[in-house]
């Protein structure tokens, strides 16, 4: 239910959202009366609340009062902390059969993608260069600047031109009140690129590789590894110590376990084993090089939407963002799943609360099991570490509304639609089945992304509330935004507004096919999201452990 001032969402609920700044003493449709102001994003109490009574939103426990709160007051930290209704391992018998939205109009619809021996279909086709070990990231930066100077030339780097500028000022000895304001606008010249089927050479840096424990080792190298076999890498230089725990050996395992067939170009240079650091980096840029013009043979061709896997994120949320962009990415998914594609859910934190509509869409008993291992295993470590579920919502989150845990995951989940849930992966598997996958990652905005993307999706839709410019290196990253106010104070990071549907502007279902042909367009190389352009290749694998 919504009055334009405020959003119910289900009929059980004991709070609203406020849809706008909302005075107190105004008197709502219904006859309520506030008895504060309500900021804009935040939740007031439809009812009188008791002292210990449970927080009804989307239909579900959000919270406990920890005082009596009055009808039309203000729910915040104060008065609310975590709280959650439990579980069951059992799938309710009487959950009815997913019905899939009509897709006929996406019957012939296709994208043009990279097609690898595996099947898969890349919506992007680049060069990786990577180290095993975080010993080898100024290496690795040699590499970036090195091959930059080249291939990018030409880019106008408008802080660097602000910068002379200002050094100009300086030597002059000119007064800082007298500098003007700072105006960067980004220009590139429009030179032909020297691989014209190449979207570009991405260089990953890390903190990993040595020390901590084998287990730490083995899993960054199946991270890398779901990055090296991924649809949209073409070939790869891996930069090697050789006497780090992240050994060589290792990663090709977890790549042959990946993808047995790979055949795509594959280069390591041990620099124990050089004669020389610039030995090393010289043969490795002439790998670079050597691999660019073997990929740039790659063209794009038509495949189906099956072949599209979705990676589902949220961050800087909002109190709008499980009421808007969530649900339009759900919307996304459940016709991406009726036309035989995939999707990513991750981020186990923010489903806490729940779990029992994760489990009642679960196909199987295994994994139904799965999950809640999973779930269980977490929230241990967080709460041996001194954390918990309850501690997941940021200072940002908490500003814009989103007070307990639980009310953020009631919105989060949402991204996933409600399709069935076909696997439950762990950190770093990959998804195999078409559907929708789970995958056990933090709720960290670029640790999730990472591995969402190491898993195999080949683009990733991302929604904030609060904005964001996280990125990564290989996937195309599609912002979209709860509120239209954000979608118009930052048009240079977010791509999409699903704010639209609170104004009555555009229907949630259209809002949902919008978003989806945009989705097609990224994956066809037609349009450059936000992310892409600005070089934002935000790359952090998870360390097993207690991060939120």
């Given at each position: 239910m919504s009055a334009n001032r405020y959003y119910v969402d289900h009929p059980n609920d004991t709070v609203a959202i406020a849809l706008r700044d909302l005075p107190q003493g105004e008197t709502l449709d219904f006859g309520l009366e506030l008895v504060e102001r309500i900021p804009f994003k935040h939740k007031f109490a439809l009812r009188d609340l008791g002292r210990g009574q449970q927080v009804i939103m989307c239909g579900i426990p959000v919270g406990r009062t920890t005082s009596t709160v009055a009808?039309?007051?203000?729910?915040?930290?104060?008065?609310?902390?975590?709280?959650?209704?439990?579980?069951?391992?059992?799938?309710?018998?009487?959950?009815?059969?997913?019905?899939?939205?009509?897709?006929?109009?996406?019957?012939?619809?296709?994208?043009?993608?990279?097609?690898?021996?595996?099947?898969?279909?890349?919506?992007?086709?680049?060069?990786?260069?990577?180290?095993?070990?975080?010993?080898?990231?100024?290496?690795?930066?040699?590499?970036?600047?090195?091959?930059?100077?080249?291939?990018?030339?030409?880019?106008?780097?408008?802080?660097?031109?602000?910068?002379?500028?200002?050094?100009?000022?300086?030597?002059?000895?000119?007064?800082?009140?007298?500098?003007?304001?700072?105006?960067?606008?980004?220009?590139?010249?429009?030179?032909?690129?020297l691989f014209p089927n190449v979207d570009g050479v991405k260089f990953l840096t890390h903190a990993q590789g040595c020390g901590g424990?084998?287990?730490?080792?083995?899993?960054?190298?199946?991270?890398?590894?779901?990055?090296?076999s991924h649809p949209n890498v073409g070939g790869v230089t891996i930069l090697s110590l050789g006497c780090q725990n992240a050994e060589v050996k290792i990663l090709e395992d977890e790549l042959a376990e990946r993808c047995p067939e790979y055949n795509r170009p594959f280069s390591v240079f041990e620099q124990q084993r050089s004669t020389s650091e610039p030995q090393m980096i010289g043969s490795a840029l002439a790998s670079v090089f050597r691999g660019l013009n073997q990929i740039n043979e790659s063209e794009r061709k038509p495949a189906q939407l099956g072949k599209l896997v979705i990676g589902l994120e949220c961050g800087g949320s909002d109190g709008l963002s499980g009421v808007t962009a969530n649900p339009c990415l759900g919307r996304v998914v459940d016709r991406l799943v009726a036309v035989g594609g995939s999707a990513i859910l991750s981020e186990f934190p923010e489903l806490c609360g729940v779990e029992q509509d994760i489990i009642n869409r679960c196909v199987s008993d295994k994994l139904t099991n799965r999950f809640c291992s999973l779930m269980e295993r977490y929230a241990s470590v967080a709460n041996i570490a001194g954390s918990g579920f309850d501690m997941n919502p940021s200072p940002g989150n908490i500003s814009d509304g989103l007070i307990t845990d639980a009310m953020k995951s009631a919105g989060a989940a949402r991204k996933g639609g409600t399709s069935p849930v076909v696997d439950v992966l762990d950190y770093p598997e990959q998804a195999k089945v078409p559907g929708l996958s789970l995958l056990c990652t933090p709720g960290g905005d670029v640790e999730s992304t990472t591995a969402m993307v190491g898993a195999g999706a080949n683009v990733v839709l991302f929604t904030t509330g609060l904005g964001t410019p996280t990125g990564n290196p290989i996937a195309p990253t599609i912002k979209v935004s709860s509120n239209t106010e954000l979608f118009n104070r930052m048009p240079d990071l977010i791509d999409f507004d699903a704010g639209r549907s609170l104004s009555g502007e555009s229907d949630p279902d259209q809002l949902a096919e919008e978003l989806l042909s945009l989705t097609i367009d990224v994956a066809s190389g037609v349009h450059t999201p936000n992310a892409v352009r600005l070089d934002q290749n935000d790359f952090i694998p998870w360390k097993r452990g207690p991060s939120l």
């Open positions: 009808a039309g007051a203000l729910l915040n930290t104060a008065n609310l902390v975590h709280d959650t209704a439990g579980y069951s391992q059992e799938r309710h018998s009487s959950i009815p059969r997913w019905i899939a939205p009509d897709v006929s109009a996406l019957k012939d619809k296709t994208f043009n993608g990279y097609h690898r021996e595996d099947g898969r279909v890349g919506t992007a086709n680049h060069w990786l260069v990577i180290p095993l070990v975080f010993c080898e990231n100024r290496n690795v930066e040699v590499l970036r600047e090195a091959v930059n100077s080249v291939l990018r030339p030409a880019r106008f780097n408008p802080y660097a031109h602000y910068a002379q500028t200002l050094a100009s000022l300086s030597r002059k000895r000119i007064p800082v009140e007298d500098w003007p304001d700072v105006c960067l606008q980004e220009t590139r010249e429009g030179e032909v690129p424990t084998r287990q730490d080792a083995k899993t960054l190298c199946g991270l890398l590894a779901g990055y090296i």
